[in-house]
């Protein structure tokens, strides 16, 4: 009999499936074409993981996570378990425009905004797990030091070229724009919100002398063009390098998000790029001449791998320069989409000019998380910030992870809704993983006070049991070294199937009285499990996993390659071994729970109706006599009723004291007929008439709007008779 894998679990030949299982391959076979595919013939020394540098213009939300933080924690976890040499580095990114634009908006230093909000994601990173090896900072002496020696090589090598050129200077703000203060409409989509380096709507690489009719968001003002003085990388002296590198030797094996987006970047032919520009925040440029110029952030924060390393390597007695400078390490950057050209064109440009550095061998990067159908947006609140998060869900950590795992943006878009956290929570970790875990652990203390029991004879359900159980550890290697972690977690799950359903089908609390002998052996297969579960998990629910080695009494950390241990086959749990009592790995979410996040988000769409609306500017100055030509007066809408072919229109029939007159109003998009006779109303009523779809309307109902964009009458407060001017 062969055990086949599914997409739920396995199930012996011939049994009837149920409905989520879609895939009948027989495991050994599955586990070979992986092999043979993928698992690349690379015996790396070391890895070097990067994770991007966050802005520390606030706090991190779970687009950031999906995107970055947990695929790079679970490789790194993953990696580790398999003994390897690992350095996972990141920091925090503190020289960027945003940071500026923060300090400016909020009247502080960007010193205080960059203290404020690195606190506040450091601390949010280690709580919820992310297990850097080294989280630094770019205002840091070591990251000042390694950025300007970087830049000087370059600079003494002669890689740059120094030009004189045009750019937008705001004449009241008395400053050159950085290219995130300036503001106006994308040459490509026709966006009139893109920013003068990206246009955030069709992802265009944009320079802020690009834009259409652009205005200064310090002033609002045009800006005018002025001479300055900068250093440029030559991008297009790397075009056959970048070409042969990553169009030819990385087709196979980078994701085609990556590829398609560096080729496209390629083919419309690289352009120098500014290394320095006009700026009061950030690193000095480090050449006579060039004061009042600092770094430009895109140069300077990749860089800040290279000094975290550093800090990382003199904390723990080791040399840095392998990480960076030998062949034999493997070097991976985790990203967000928005950042592949920087790291797949430019940043490679930079390493290959200084000559001594290795390139990455892949940078698998993500595609964007949205939340609840609209897309993540920090500076109008649209997200689910990981401080929050962890203050509203306490000790819920991995049910996030696992949800933004199982949910990842790995080759499009993705959605977070909390629904269908809940859902994963309730029907997935607590009806499979938890549910297996705490039957396997309740039944043992019950039958034998803890003690594993020795097998009998096993089975031939058993033997392939143990044996999927060896395979697994290959299977989600495979698809981690592809960087299918969406993958990669529906396998770790099979593992908690694969256990349910044998508890199921032996069904020990039955067997225990006429068969204790055959009971043992299921215990004793059913905690071997159990103790897989504890160790491939891991990488994915790190805080689950430590609770489970608890309640086996099987700690991993201190063991060699656990992962390896596994695929070996080697006996976890032995018999004898004592196991500690129940608790529960996860605990079902409520309904109200739920409410309140929604809640939430719903009252972020009020409050940003609310602050959206612009207050309209003063119109030219009129005098008390022109004022004095308008009649405004008091009356009483008596009949209402749509106007046929047309969706806005309403004809009222209004009593204005001194006649009963036909107003033809939009405002069909607010109100209902039925709704507003008897509404007291304030009229124009010298207005001229004006003929609407054949109807003569004879003067304006005075409106306004609430912060839902709903028109809102102007009616008197206190009881007024019609015909009653306002003066």
């Known amino acids: 009999m062969l055990i086949f894998a599914t997409s739920s679990g396995f199930v012996p030949d011939g049994k009837e499936q149920d409905s989520q299982m879609v895939v009948r391959v027989p495991l050994f076979w599955r586990l070979t074409q992986l092999r043979k595919e993928y698992m690349m013939p690379q015996h790396p020394k070391r890895y070097t993981i990067t994770s991007a540098l966050p802005y520390t213009n606030g706090p991190i939300h779970i687009g950031h996570l999906a995107g970055v933080y947990v695929p790079s924690d679970i490789y790194a976890r993953y990696l580790r378990l398999r003994g390897k040499d690992v350095a996972f580095i990141c920091g925090s990114d503190e020289h960027g425009v945003a940071i500026s634009m923060r300090a400016k908006k909020e009247g502080v230093t960007p010193q205080e905004i960059i203290d404020k909000y690195h606190a506040i994601i450091k601390k949010s990173f280690a709580d919820f797990g992310i297990s850097f090896d080294n989280y630094s900072r770019t205002s840091a002496p070591v990251h000042h030091k390694t950025a300007s020696g970087f830049f000087r090589k370059l600079y003494d090598d002669d890689k740059f070229i120094e030009e004189v050129t045009e750019q ?399 695929t070996e086959g080697a006996d976890l749990l032995p018999a004898g071994h004592r196991v500690n009592q129940a608790e529960l790995l996860f605990t079902k979410i409520e309904d109200a729970e739920i409410e309140k ?31 004095a030509k308008l009649d405004m007066r008091v009356g009483t809408i008596i009949e209402a009723e749509k106007m046929k072919k047309a969706d806005k229109l309403l004809i009222l029939k209004v009593d204005t004291g001194l006649d009963i007159r036909t107003i033809v109003s939009g405002i069909a998009g607010s109100f209902t007929p039925e709704e507003i006779i008897g509404k007291k109303v304030t009229v124009l009523v010298n207005l001229a008439p004006r003929k609407l779809r054949g109807v003569e309307s004879q003067g304006m109902i005075l409106m306004t709007q609430n912060a839902e964009e709903k028109l809102v009458f102007m009616n008197p407060d206190a009881e007024t008779e019609n015909g009653e001017t306002i003066s």
């Open 168 to 566: 937008l200077y705001d004449e009241e703000a008395g400053q050159f724009l950085a290219d995130r203060f300036v503001i106006g409409t994308c040459p490509k989509c026709g966006n009139e919100e893109a920013y003068g380096d990206q246009c955030e709507n069709c992802g265009t690489s944009l320079n802020a002398t690009d834009l259409i009719n652009p205005k200064s968001t310090i002033t609002g003002t045009k800006p005018v063009l002025r001479e300055t003085r900068h250093w440029f990388l030559p991008l297009d002296r790397y075009d056959a390098f970048l070409r042969e590198w990553i169009l030819e030797g990385h087709k196979n094996d980078w994701k085609p998000n990556v590829y398609g987006q560096v080729k496209s970047w390629l083919d419309d032919g690289l352009k120098p790029r500014a290394v320095t520009r006009d700026l009061d925040w950030g690193i000095p440029v480090p050449v006579e001449g060039a004061e009042g110029k600092v770094l430009y952030v895109w140069f300077d924060a990749p860089i800040g791998y290279i000094s975290s390393t550093k800090e990382w390597a003199e904390r723990e007695g080791k040399d840095w320069e392998p990480y960076w400078k030998d062949s034999e390490t493997k070097l991976v950057h985790f990203i967000g989409k928005d950042n592949i050209v920087f790291h797949c064109v430019i940043f490679p440009a930079m390493l290959r000019a200084e000559g001594s550095y290795i390139l990455p061998d892949n940078v698998p990067a993500n595609e964007f998380l949205n939340l609840e159908g609209n897309k993540l947006s920090t500076s109008k609140n649209w997200a689910v910030w990981l401080h929050e998060y962890l203050e509203d869900f306490l000790g819920k950590q991995d049910v996030l992870r696992y949800t933004l795992t199982a949910n990842a943006p790995e080759t499009k878009d993705n959605d977070f809704t909390w629904k269908d956290f809940q859902a994963r929570n309730n029907n997935e970790l607590v009806a499979i993983f938890g549910n297996f875990v705490n039957r396997v652990i309740v039944l043992t203390n019950k039958y034998y006070e803890g003690v594993i029991p020795a097998p009998a004879a096993f089975s031939e359900k058993d033997g392939e049991t143990l044996e999927a159980l060896k395979a697994y550890p290959g299977i989600i290697s495979a698809s981690i070294e592809r960087y299918r972690f969406r993958e990669a977690l529906g396998e770790l799950m099979n593992v908690a199937r694969l256990g349910n359903k044998y508890l199921a089908d032996e069904e020990p609390w039955k067997l225990i009285k006429e068969d204790p002998e055959r009971v043992k052996t299921i215990m004793y297969v059913a905690l071997q499990v159990a103790g897989v579960l504890s160790v491939l998990s891991e990488p994915f629910l790190p805080f689950t996993a430590q609770k489970l080695q608890k309640m086996l009494a099987r700690p991993v950390s201190g063991t060699k390659a656990p992962w390896e241990t596994v």
């Open 597 to 627: 996040q929604l809640q939430k988000l719903e009252q972020t769409k009020l409050d940003n109706k609310a602050g959206k609306k612009e207050v309209a500017q003063q119109k030219d100055t009129i005098t008390y006599e022109d004022f």
